[in-house]
């Protein structure tokens, strides 16, 4: 990704007023809720495997009344996202076109397969090098999330940089933030999104090829425009997560992203309590995956925190990112995802 068209005309700091933190109701209603069904659940396991023979004397008095028949909803959690950041840097540098690169999609794939996803890849070649988008959509669930309804891409890029071209350019980049970072998030909302609840065709859309922008004349979001080029349907929306894992976490407003959907999702990140992390103020103007998809008419928005030091640089390792900073793009994402009509909410 990159900001050279518009970086100098809005290379303009601002100071971020933070708001306080508001504690929600919602969070507290959704904590609670679960935490409530999965006590209930773990006593009534605890109750089948220790207690046999007294449920068989008097089950009525034993059980809980309200044994729930379905598991607890999952929510998303950022422990479980970071372990996906630390298992993409294990494979080492993921540059497009290396083996670790490959590797890395592989790894991508099976997590999906793994969460009861459809997979699909998009493979061509750009520059003599192969490139390999990858493609999930939910394969169980309800109809409603499965095979009607509008279409909604999750993006994210999963290619690291091959050169730290900010400090040492002979050196490739880890890309704990910048491509790991963004990953985890999508792979944890693989396992975490209630199915039933979607309102839309949720695919998620990992990009390959986005991060080599100007080393021997490569363009940036490869593979996105090739994606953004070969759609078949129109989506509703498309969301990119770019270097959101940042431990000292900035997220503003983006100057190319679609300005009513933008705003609906740092709402959200407000009634979650994520004033100081999600800022309702515009910085930036990237050049990030989703351009390409904006420039086709599409209501599209990037989610990044391009205020991280070591952009591009050897020290983007997975100790500068944290659990909490997933976390909290990776419940903003579910709840918008989960909680309502989006079609109506965009179009407001
Ligand atoms: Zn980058």
Redesign the pocket.
Known sequence: ??NEPMNNYFRVVIMAVKDGVRTTHHALRITQHAFGALALLLLALLLAACGAPGLSATPEESLPEEVPTEAAPLVFDGEAAYAHVQAQCDLGFRPTGSEAGWATGDYIISCLKEQGWTVETEEFTYRDTPVRNVIGRPSTGSARGVGEGLVVILGA?YD??RSADEEDPSVP?M?AN??ASGVAVLLELARTLDRDELQHRVWLAFFDA??N?RLDGWEWCVGSSYMAAHLEVTPEAVVVV??IGDADQQIYLERNSDAPLQTQLWEIAATLGYSDTFISEYRWAMYDDHVPFAQRGIPAVDIIDFDYPY??TTQDTSDKVSAGSLERVGRVLEVWLEGGDLAAEIRR
Do not use: A, S
């Open positions: 990704m990159n890029h690291t940089r980049v890309g910048d491509g986005e991060d922008g770019d270097m952009w591009h």
